[in-house]
C-alpha cells in the first residue's frame, strides 16, 4: 500500500515537473500553481520516506532489545 503510494507520488511530481516546463512556455500564469503542486507532492513523498525509515529504524532497534 505505501510502496504504491510513493510510487504515485514520485510519478506526480514528475509529471508536474515536466508541466512547469511546459506551462511556462504555454502560459506562465500557471507556474506558480503547478510548483505548488509539485512542493505538495514531494513534500508528502518525503514524509511517507522519513515515516518509513523511522518505522524500520525501531524495528531493528526492538530486534536489538530483545537479543540482550
Not at 4 to 26: D, E, R, Y
Request: hydrophobic content about 55%; overall charge positive; aromatic content about 14%.
Amino acid at each position: 500500500m505505501i510502496s504504491t503510494l510513493k510510487f504515485i507520488l514520485l510519478i506526480g511530481a514528475s509529471i508536474f515537473q515536466a508541466l512547469i516546463v511546459i506551462m511556462f512556455f504555454i502560459k506562465p500564469f500557471w507556474v506558480p500553481f503547478v510548483i505548488i503542486g509539485y512542493a505538495l507532492s514531494l513534500g508528502c513523498l518525503i514524509y511517507l520516506l522519513i515515516k518509513d525509515r523511522r518505522k524500520i529504524e525501531k524495528e531493528e532497534q526492538n530486534d536489538d532489545d530483545r537479543h540482550y
